[in-house]
């Protein structure tokens, strides 16, 4: 637990009959991007909560640092980015941001902060008349108080537009490099991909992997998609190499990732029946989905 | 520790932003002046003078209105951070959740505090200037300003305990006019129907002034007419207030915002956002 920022350890929360959060183990290393992943009622927010200190589990243990979560230390560690996060209409950017601030006992420079989640032009109105994604800047603006240890994220990207997405994984980027430990909740897969540098997936409370995407995708043995379009005749193509017609002109035929090179030089030596080869090695959503149905066995 | 005021700041910020200082403040002056105007008439046979009379006029009003206007800050207090979403960041942060509740106390109390102080104030100065006053009366329009602060007290840190236990903004709400309704108006109702079922038995005696003194609302109304003899014949309820020890009311009128805080702290350490 020494070096670790946060240690979950065989925790579990049930919720009435339903086991919410089942033996769960996690732990992230100081400036380490960690994507929990899962289906809308996996648990992500719940062991978020859990962290927090908010709501109570029935066993196992969760440090943050060394401190108890809820604890003074932990809270004063720890940055915290609810999903779909709201605040009150009446107050502007600024003044929310202030109050956070002499909250968490920091001397920040608020306005600066505004201006780094662009919010530098709308900080003096009021937060009844933002945006939804003008609202998750904010949020995000007060992650960036007093350099947290732990940031924990739950949905960053809900509600913000492509841009405004890049400018959140630049800002995770640059918590992760001053040595925060960032844990981001999401069932955006595909966003997570590049930049996170290991996935955690629950399923139904259960951690079901927890790992690089590289090794994920060497564990499940996912195929390659090879999608070959034929000069004329697909039906010969397909008779040779094997696979499924597509669309008229191409086939579609899956290899492990062992067996690319042979299937490559394979369809090379087709030669001018070949038009196109395009190849898809397999994606977050389809690890996703594998780890997801794995557990169900 | 000053964080609370971080809070209490922000919460002031919001009552003066949204306009409900100037609204409560200006029902308090309106509802102060009409009744002190309309309840003007009997000075000549009491032989008490005006200010004291207007003074028992709004001691009646402030029980049904000072309830309602700490009510109506204090029901969405918990209830509508847990609405937003923003009670779990909140709660993130290092203040406690004593620290927060205390803030929000804070600033909710200056607000009624204002609201009272302008009001009653007003329609007093008003009453003293034509009618005249004397240094009792001067007394009791104090004393009436202080209690009803009190009063309020109570029931923002009775509507705090509904905002937490509610567990949403509309549920708190229905709960708190719930709560208004007893307190004010079918808690007395209950007594008097007992009253005359006992037909001045042992109940009449002896339980029914300190059952009576057991509501604040009641306590507060209680205070104001037994410390003045002017109020008392003024609005015609000397007999239960005889009924009691002079410090029954006032104590009554001070515990009740310390119980009710307390209570609303323990509910508000339940809700899980």
Redesign the interface.
Known sequence: MSDKVLTIHRVSKTRGKLRVLDDVDLSLSPGERVALLGHNGAGKSTLIKCILGLTRFQSGAIHVGAAQPGSAAARRDTAYLPEAVSFHPALTGREQLTLFAQLSGTAADVPLLLERVGLADAMDRRIGAYSKGMRQRLGLAQVLLGRPKLALLDEPTSGLDPISRQDLYAIIDELAGQGTAVLIASHALTEVEARTDRIAILRKGEMVADDTLANLSDLAGLPIRLRVRARENPEALAAHLGGNRVNGASIELLCSPADKMQALRRIAAMGEAVVDLEMTPPRLEDLYRHYAKEALQ | MT?FL??T??EL??LR??RWLLVATLIMVLFALALTFAGSAPTGTLGVDMLTVSVASMTTLSVYLAPLLALMIAFDAIA?DVD???L?????????RGEILLGKFTAHLAALAFAMTVGFGTAGALAAWLGGAGPDSHMALARLILTSILLGAVFLALGYLLSAVAGGSTAAAGMSAGLWLIFVVLYDLGLLGAVVMDQSGTFTRSVFPWMMVANPADAFRLWNIAATEGVAMASGMTGAAQALPAWAAPASLLLWPLLALLLARAAFQRV??
């Open positions: 964080r971080a809070v700041r922000a910020l919001i932003r949204n509508g937003r979403g923003s779990a960041l909140l709660l993130s942060y290092p203040a406690g899980e956002p």
